[in-house]
């Protein structure tokens, strides 16, 4: 079994959506299991549900899981506050924005 590991910048002043770091890994010919990121946005809450609103992307991230999940719900007052998430990414299927488990929660920088 081969691991291989890849970090992924954006140019200095721009961004990119993370989403699509799946497609160009599969058109590179190779498989991820897993992607991890490291995501800067704000934190909202909607119909109950914490979700990362990031600058320059259409959709938000949906916080459902991951090992400071529950962490973070009970920190209600970072709602509307910038904050650095890290984890794992979580395609959409149909409508569904895609989802980012909660493995690592800083202040933004």
Do not use: C, W
């Not at 992607?35 to 119909?47: H, I, K, M, P």
């Not at 959709?59 to 709602?79: D, I, M, R, T, Y």
């Amino acid at each position: 079994m081969v691991k291989g590991k890849g970090t992924v910048y954006p140019k200095a002043g721009r961004s990119f959506d993370p989403v699509l770091i799946p497609k160009a890994i599969r058109e590179a010919g190779f498989t991820a299991t897993e992607v991890e990121v490291v995501v800067d946005g704000t934190l909202a809450s909607r119909d109950g549900a914490l979700e990362l609103d990031v600058p320059g992307l259409t959709h938000p991230f949906v916080l459902p899981g991951g090992a400071q999940a529950k962490s973070l719900q009970g920190h209600k007052n970072l709602v509307g506050r910038r904050i650095r998430v890290t984890g794992k990414l979580q395609m959409s299927h149909g409508n569904l924005p895609p989802t980012l488990t909660v493995e690592d929660v800083q202040p933004a920088i």
